[in-house]
């Protein structure tokens, strides 16, 4: 397990953040997990992440709260998912994660610690914590 801490004081510098993870610590391929609160930041870190992959600009990225998954790049290199409206396990695994899962590409999760027991172990976990107004602290765990 290896993990590493990251502070940032603004949305802009989440999104930069998360550009220089999907340029460095992110895998090439596979799932990630954002954890936190509503509004911790965890779709504004994707914006980055989705940019940094060159994959969607930060304002094409939106939160797939209803449509529950949004893919960005041609063919989808960022694919975005949000279980944070779904009421049971067997809705989740309707979906075909697994199959995201084991695409080309980064399946970034937020509210997937809902469903634990749908997840491989082989995975990125990203925890996003408020600080304050505008600070937070970003914790990337992978094994
Ligand atoms: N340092 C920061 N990093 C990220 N967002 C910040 C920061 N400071 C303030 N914000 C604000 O916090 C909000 C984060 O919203 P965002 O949609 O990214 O959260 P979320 O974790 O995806 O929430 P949800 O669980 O509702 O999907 C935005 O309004 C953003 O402007
Ligand atoms: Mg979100």
């Given at each position: 397990m290896t993990a590493?801490?990251?502070?940032?004081?603004?949305?802009?510098?989440?999104?930069?953040?998360?550009?220089?993870?999907?340029?460095?610590?992110?895998?090439?391929?596979?799932?990630?997990?954002?954890?936190?609160?509503?509004?911790?930041?965890?779709?504004?870190?994707?914006?980055?992440?989705?940019?940094?992959?060159?994959?969607?600009?930060?304002?094409?990225?939106?939160?797939?709260?209803?449509?529950?998954?949004?893919?960005?790049?041609?063919?989808?290199?960022?694919?975005?998912?949000?279980?944070?409206?779904?009421?049971?396990?067997?809705?989740?695994?309707?979906?075909?994660?697994?199959?995201?899962?084991?695409?080309?590409?980064?399946?970034?999760?937020?509210?997937?610690?809902?469903?634990?027991?749908?997840?491989?172990?082989?995975?990125?976990?990203?925890?996003?914590?408020?600080?304050?107004?505008?600070?937070?602290?970003?914790?990337?765990r992978?094994r």
């Open positions: 590493h801490t990251f502070r940032t004081a603004s949305e802009e510098e989440t999104i930069e953040l998360g550009r220089e993870l999907s340029r460095s610590i992110l895998p090439p391929r596979g799932l990630v997990l954002l954890t936190g609160n509503l509004g911790a930041g965890k779709t504004t870190l994707v914006k980055g992440i989705a940019e940094g992959r060159g994959a969607a600009a930060p304002e094409e990225v939106s939160s797939p709260t209803f449509t529950l998954i949004h893919e960005y790049g041609d063919p989808p290199r960022v694919y975005h998912v949000d279980l944070y409206r779904l009421e049971a396990a067997r809705q989740a695994a309707s979906l075909g994660l697994d199959e995201l899962i084991d695409l080309d590409a980064l399946v970034l999760i937020e509210w997937g610690e809902r469903f634990p027991e749908l997840w491989p172990p082989d995975r990125v976990e990203i925890e996003i914590r408020r600080e304050g107004e505008d600070q937070r602290v970003i914790e990337v992978s």
